[in-house]
Every structure is written in C-alpha cells, then in structure tokens.
C-alpha cells in the first residue's frame, strides 16, 4: 500500500512540475528573432563588413544560426566579444586572427582640396553619412560616421581620410 | 524672524558624526589677502559651459569689469579682479576633479585697483522685479558658492519656471575643516539677511528658511543680532544637527521640508530654492554697491599652514599667493585639498588660482590620510549601506560596477549617488567606493552615449538597405516585365542605351 | 610647489576587517572562560586546535591559490571561524574529526567559492554541519557539566588526551559511561516517551533554571559577549533580536497550546547554540542578508527553523541546518528588502 502512495505522489509531482515546465516554456519563449535582435544590440553597428558579412545585422543572424564565432568584429574588440560571450554564455576568445586589429574609433574625413566630386564614395556608405551630389563638393557628416572605412578605397583620389576622434569621455560629457 | 524648534525637522535616513578639525581656522576676523602681482582666470570656474573671452591681449581693464560673456543658458560671465593689463589668453590648467585645461585670462596688475564705472548698485532693491534681479544676477557672474560653482542665474530661472515655494538658505557647512561660511555669517549677518530679503521679495516668495549647524552658537548669536537691523518676519532660523552630510543641496531640502528630490531633478522640482549663505552675501553686495563675483572667502587651513584662518581672495589669486599670506606651509604640507576632506580634490600644484568653487584650501592636516591600505574582498557587512544618505546599497553598486553589470547600475541608483564619501569611511575593508562610483558614472554615460550612437547608425543602414531593396524589386519587376513582353527590339534597344553610358552611374 | 595627488575620501577609515574579526573573537573569552570553569580544559583544547587548523587550512589555501598569505591571514576570519567552531564541537571530539571540520569550513565552505567576502554559507557551520553528518555518534557525545553532585566518572589529562588523538578510551572507560545526553537531547527523548517536562526536570539532574546546568552560564557570557558587539557597533540588533524571536515566539505559543508538555522559551533560549548564533554565527555579515529589513527576515528565518527542527527534526539541535537554509536564501532576501532609494517611487 505504501509504495502505491510513494508512486502515486511522485507522479503526481512530476505531473505538475512538467505541466509548469511547459507552460513558462510556452510563455516565456523567444523567439529566434528576439535572440537576433538582442546580439545586434551589441554590436557596435558601424556596418564595416570587416566580418564578411554585409553589415551588423546579418553578422548577428549569422550568429544565431551557430553559422559563425562571435570573434569577427573589430571595431566592437574585446568588450563586443565579452558583451556577446556573456549573452550567449559562451567562451571569450580572441579576435580572429586574419581580422585587421581593433583601430581607435575615428571618423572620415574629405580633403575638399582633393575631392573631384565624382559620388563614388556615396553609396559605399552604409548610414548614407556622405553628403554631395555629382561634381559637387561632398562632406562627411561627423556625427553620424561610423568610421567603417568603406568609403576609402572607391575613392579615385585617395582624398578620404581616417581621424582619430575626441575622446569617447569628452564626447559623452 | 522667529526660529524653529529642532524637532520638527526630518530625519535624514545615515550620515556620520565626523570631527570638526574647524577650530584651528574658525577664530577671528577675515583677513583680506593683499592683491597678487598676476592674476589667473579661468573661463570656466563654474559648472555648466565655459565663458567667452571678451578681452584682447594689452587690453586694460579695470576692477569688476566683464572679461568673459557668459556662453548659454547655464554658464556665468567672467570679471577683472582688479585693475591691470591683460598679458595673455592661454590655456592652462584649472583646479578641478579631472586634470583639466581651461582658456585663462592673464593679468598684470598695476596695484592700483581702479573701479569699473559702468557699475551701478541696484535701484532700490528691495522692490526689485525678477527680470531685473535675474539680470543683475547673471551679469555679475554669481554663481553658488557653497563648492559646485552652480550659476545662481540658472537657478533662480528654473525656480521661476518651476514655481517654487520656500527659500532655503545653506549655511550648513557640514565638512569637516572648512569654515568660511560661519565666518561669513558671523561677521556679515546683516548682508546675508538682506540679499535673502532681496531675492525672497523678487520672487514672490513667504517663507526662507535658514540653516546652521548647531554647533555655531556664534552664527546663531550674529543672526539673531542681525534681525534687530534687517529682521523680516519670512526667515525663520534653523539648528541642524551637526551630521555629515545635512549641508548637502537635496538633504537640506529633505531635513527641512520632508521633501525627496526626485532622482535626476532639482530642489526646485519640489518647490524649493537653496542658495549658500555666501551666495546671499553676493547678492547683497552686488545690489548695494555694484560689486560683481571678484572675491571670495576662503578657509585656508590644515597641519602644513603656518597660520590657519579665513582670507577674503580675490579669483585668480594663485594659491601659492595666498598660502604665503597665510604665513607659509610647515613641513607638513603634502597634500593640498580644494574643498573639504570628503569631497574635496586634491591639487598637484600651488600655481593654480582661488576659483568661485574654492571655498577652502587645506595643506595635510592630522586626519587626512597620508597613505592608503590596500583594499580587502567586501565583507558584505553592510555599513556602507547603513549610513548612506540616499539611502543606495554600495555593496550591490560596487559588484554591479566590477562585474561590468551596467544597466543593473542604474537601477541600484548610481546617478542618485552624491559622491559624500560616507561609504569609505566607514568600509572596514577600505574599498575606495566613491571614487569607483564617480568611474561608474563616467563608464556609464559613455556606454549609453554609444548605444545611443549605434542605434542611430543601425536605424540608418536598416533604413538604407530597405530603400536599397525597393529599388533591387523595382529592377527586377521591369526586367520581368521586359521578358514577358519579348520584343526582341526593346531589348536591342537597351543594349544599344547601356553601351552609349558605359559608367551605368545611376547617379 | 608640488603636491601629491589623491582621491577623496581624505580622512581616514574608522575601522578594519582585521580589527572587527579580532573584536568578535575576544567578545567571546568571558564564555570561554565560564565554559572552562564548568565543563573542563576541553574548550581550551578546542580552541587551540581549531584555531591552529583553520589558519592552517587558510594559509593552504592563499598558498595554492598564489594570493598574498601574511596580508590575508591578518584580517583574522580564519580565526574566527576556529572560535567559533571550537565553541560549536563536542569537547571530546578526537582530533580528526575536529581538522576534519576546519578543513570543511575553509576550504569547502570558503575558498572554493573565492575566499572571504565570496562564501555564501557561513564557514563554522558549514564544517561542523560536514562532521555531524559524517560522524553522528562522536558528535553526540557530550560532557555533563562539572558539577558536584553530577555523579560520572571523570577520565584524567593523560586518559582524554589518549581518547582525542587515538578515539578509543584506555581499559575499564568507555564514552558511554564519562558523555551524558545533553538537555535537548532529553527533551527530544521526553517528547518521544509521551513525557511532560516537567517530570523529566525534576527526574534529571542535568536541569538547572531554563536550560542545562553549566550550560545556561555559558549562554549568560555569550550574550554579555553580544552586548557589547552590540554597543560597540560591530553588530547591529536586527539578527539577534529576530533569531531569538523566531525560535521564542513559537516555542512560547507551543508551550501554552500543549499545556507544558513542550519545551518553552526559557528551555530554548539557554540550550544548544540559540545565544551563540544569534549573537556570533548568524550575525557573520558575508553570509547574511544586508538590508535592515532583510536581516529580520534572515534572522526569524533561523530561529524558526532551528525550532521546528528541534521539535520534529532528525537532530536534537537544528541550528547548524537553520543558518545553512537561510543562507541559501540570501539572495532572494536581498533582492526583495532593497531600501527605496531617496528620491526614488517605491
């Protein structure tokens, strides 16, 4: 008799234990695009591509899908890697090898002297932060520069150039 | 004037009984230090944006005239000391938390301190309207001079705009070894009682509120005697128990009123408008004689000073100046505090000048700490906690802080931290919490300034690449389109434009 | 001229870790001392080899983990955790189970988690709680008090010295006849026989006015002990005040529903390590919770359950397990009393 009470008890627990189980499983699910979502949050989306990939956001679907490491970010350096291994509680380990080392952030900048006005440098810009037109001078806006590179090499003139910026500390203040 | 029995204030939740060290400066009058052979200033001595030089190099300017426009709305204005030639514009740097560098008027005095004329008092100040108090205000450069250097002209104007109902006068000089607003008020009581009536009847104002430890029977005496000659019916006189950190802005508030600033706000968010005592001093004489910001009471003191005391500088006064006047260092001095020993900054050289924000200069007195233990792992006992004025969990801040747990620091209360230094004193572990708060802080506006600049860029690419697909969907469309229909003509047709325009620049 | 930089705070600390784990050891002589005069050179024993082992586990320990040995051992918590446990074990408990303990409270209870400041559960009774389960039988052998009219064999220096480093007894003794069962021990077995206290005190002369005999003085200087931590600030009243609440409060309404038949308040207060953890064990700050109001819960939290094991539980005192539970609970505790912070909607 006792032992059909001890069953009937532990049956009963784990009846209720895997209905609760279930339950928040169903509730508190996410779903695969909150996971992308929440590893392009840190990513520092300056749309480099230095990854392989066309911007940050497919680097972080790639992510997701377990389809690459999360050491292919220059820019982000180590704090992006720590920030991503402690999301997807993995390892942190260091930046891949045959990736350019981390750079200090910095901006473009167009030696109106230099500049020919030929655009090509437009479209290179992922955050369309080149302004001008053809046969007009063009300029960067500074403030919404990435600093991702990718507008140098279209450049016929090699007018473009990488500043170092003020320091992050004067910025913020 | 009346004053208000104790009892009604509130109780401000820790805090600690530190020890005064304020005798050995406290004593007799306040000595006028001599004017210095050149003078330093700064264009910026306040918080908020730095001013705007208005002088040239060889320009001669004479006491209390402008040097430097103020530069927005929360800044302050700039004036000569006294008379002289303008030398130089140059940066150097200024004595504040972080090695700064700041533009720095130069002057060569001439010793004969000539007055400005284009200064006028006040036209019956005590029926003065706002307008006119806000602008004599912020064209003599007044700013709060208890320490934080806030320009008095922001205040006043947010508490315009705010509405506030109580005037709060601070002469709660709860750090130890300063004493130069009880100097103040015990010797210009009757000033600081007629700058509070001055601004009480601008703004409209019923009740002020003045606040003094009550361990400064003196100051109470002054007061009281003071009132026979500029009394009003509106200031009522507090005694407030002599507990770190009560002189603070917000704690002031809250003993007095039970009112909680909100986090990130100001007094004037609950109706109230503190000013140092110093501050209505300034008032007062800017309204009487004219006289704009160009000196200031300061407590120079400590075991490295020979004759420890309060000294009226003027700004720009290279502190070195003003230790010599004070009869010199001992063998001491070495450290030289800005400000008191809990909050204060420690300067690395004495060529740096008395600022409005310099309330006290002390050289190494017997308590402040010549070398620093190394710190042990938290022992979690807590009493960090318990004497925190705000009330924060230091312990829960410094672990969040070291684990690089950013977003849980604000909800802990990080920006709410007013940096008393309270938690290090009583850390039996010796764990410097306040200076990891202040790097938090700073750590933290530049991780959300970053975020703040990623989502941008984000937004922008996403943006980018949609408008980019439009386009792609477009493209592919016409092609379709071209397909379908089959003309073998058309198609000719196109080839013959694209060889035409080799770049295909769509542009 | 130049002066050297610094950070504020310029005044001095008002305190140390060393000086406060130092204050909370010698807060606990005058016990000590009374536990001497009643019970033997035993708890002197105790001491010495506690302390000895634990600083010697600590020392392994920084040693292996390539931190700085003198500096650490100077703040003095090893120490502590040897007086504490000195004060927790049986006196006639042979020397490897006594090392054993140590060795549990140190190393597993302490270093594996990271060392002091790191440790979720208390030490002391995380090494006596190890050795009362492995070795049940020696840790239930207690001395009677030495009182005159106690009658039981009392073994010499050299036939206990011979009994702690070897665990057995020379010809003619054996424990069974020099230990006697402790009051709670008594109690649980009266409760058990259907007997009504009062009975069992006047039929047992280990009995004194609340609690055991001798042992009641010793619970007098602990709690002397705790006042002055108490005075001097290095605990606050929080834990104490709500231990014994959690333990008094039940035992006094259990004591008038069953009519006598329970142990009351007095019994509970001055038996087993109700004053010792209120004042000394519970109230180690790593371990414990750190708001005010969490600290009560904490502190209820032992009381209660160390009564409800001393009433229905497997062991006649149920402190050890008490402080373990509520320490696991720390965290949650923590997370739901955090103090609204100025300024701040609730």
Partial sequence: MD????????????????????????????????????????????????????????????????????????????????????????????????????????????????????????????????????????????DLCTGCELCIAPCPVDCIDMVATEDDAERAA | MTSAPTENLHRLPGGLRLPGFKAQSATGEIREVPIPKTLVLPVRQHAGSAAQPIVSVGDRVLRGQPIARAEGDFSASVHAASSGTVVAIESRPIPAREATEAACIIIETDGRDEPWDALAPIANPLAATPDTLLEAIGKAGIVG??????????????????????????????????????????????EILFGTRIMLTALGLRQCAIGIESDKPDSWAAFTEAASIEGDDRVQLVAIPTVYPSGGEDQLVYLLTGREVPSGGFPSDVGALVHNVGTAAAVADLALTGTPLI??????????????????????????????????????????????PMTGVALT?????????????????????????????????????????????????????????????????????????????????????????????????????????AERARERFERRQEREQVRADAQAAETERLKQGANPDAIAEILARKREKPDGDDV | MRFEPALSPYLRPETGVGAVMREVSLALVPAAVIYFFFFGFGILFNLALCIAACVAFEALALRVRGLPVANTLSDCSAVLTGV??????????????????????????????????????????????????AFPVAMSSWLPPAIGDLDYIRPNVFERLTYLFTGSWPAGLELDAITRATPLDLVRTAARDQLMLEELRSASPMFGDFGGRG??????????????????????????????????????????????????PGFHLFSGATLLAAFFIATDPVSAATSPR?????????????????????????????????????????????????????
């Fill in chain 3, 215 to 264: 042992w009641e003085w010793i619970g007098n200087f602990i709690t002397l002990g705790g006042g002055w931590l108490l005075y001097r600030g290095i605990i606050r009243w929080h834990i104490p005040v709500a231990v014994l609440a959690g333990m008094l409060i039940p035992a006094t309404l259990d004591s008038i529903f069953t009519g006598g038949a329970s142990a009351g």
């Fill in chain 2, 349 to 453: 050289d004495d060529a740096l000048p008395v600022t409005k924000a310099c309330n006290c200069l002390i050289a190494t007195g017997p308590a402040v700490r010549t070398s620093f233990e190394p710190e042990r792992p938290c022992i979690r006992c807590g009493e960090c906690a318990r004497i925190c004025p705000v009330r924060l969990q230091p312990q829960q801040l410094l672990r969040a802080h070291r684990y690089g747990a950013g977003d849980t620091l604000d909800g802990l209360g990080l920006i709410d931290c007013i940096e008393c230094g309270c938690c290090d004193l009583v850390c039996p572990s010796h764990i410097p919490l306040t200076q990891s708060f202040r790097d938090a802080k700073l750590a933290r506006r530049i991780d959300v300034y970053e975020r703040e600049r």
């Fill in chain 2, 295 to 340: 000196s200031r009471i300061v407590t120079v003191t400590g075991e490295g000073i020979a004759n420890p005391g309060n000294y009226r500088v003027r700004l720009g006064t290279p502190i070195a100046d003003v230790a010599a006047f004070a009869g010199g260092y001992t063998e001491h001095a070495k450290r030289l505090i800005m400000g008191g």
């Fill in chain 3, 84 to 133: 504490l446990l000195a004060f927790a074990l049986p006196t006639y408990l042979p020397v490897w189970v006594t090392i054993t303990a140590c060795g549990a409270a140190v190393l597993l209870a302490k270093h594996v988690y990271g060392g002091i400041g790191f440790n979720p559960f208390n030490p002391a009774m995380l090494g006596y709680a190890f050795v009362l389960i």
């Fill in chain 1, 3 to 142: 032992i059909v009470a001890a069953i009937a008890v532990l049956a009963g627990i784990a009846l209720v234990a895997g209905l609760a189980l279930t339950l928040a499983a169903r509730t508190l699910q996410r779903d695969a695009d909150d996971v992308v979502e929440r590893i392009n949050a840190e990513l520092p989306q300056t749309q480099c591509a230095q990854c392989g990939f066309p911007g940050c956001r497919p680097y972080a679907e790639a992510i997701a899908l377990g389809e690459v490491d999360i050491n292919r970010c220059p820019p982000g350096g180590d704090a992006t890697i720590a920030a991503l291994a402690r999301l997807l509680d993995r390892d942190i380990i260091a930046l891949d090898a045959s990736l350019p080392p981390p750079a200090p952030p910095g901006v473009a900048i167009i030696d109106e002297e230099r500049c020919i006005g030929c655009a090509r440098c437009l479209p290179a810009c992922p955050v369309d932060a080149i302004l001008g037109a053809h046969q007009f001078m063009h300029t960067v806006v500074e």
């Fill in chain 2, 145 to 190: 001079l208890g320490g934080a250097a806030f320009p008095t002209l922001a205040k006043l104007r947010h508490a315009v705009d705010a509405g506030v109902d109580t005037l709060i006068l601070n002469g709660v000089e709860c750090e130890p070894y300063i004493s130069c607003d009880d100097a103040l008020m015990r010797n210009h009581a009757v």
């Fill in chain 3, 294 to 346: 969490g600290r009560l819960i904490y502190g209820f939290g032992i009381g209660f359950i160390a009564w409800v094991i001393r009433k229905w539980g497997g062991y006649p005192d149920g402190i050890a397990f008490a402080v373990l539970l509520m320490n696991a609970a720390v965290p949650l505790i923590d997370h739901f009393t955090a103090p609204r912070i100025l300024g701040h909607e609730r």
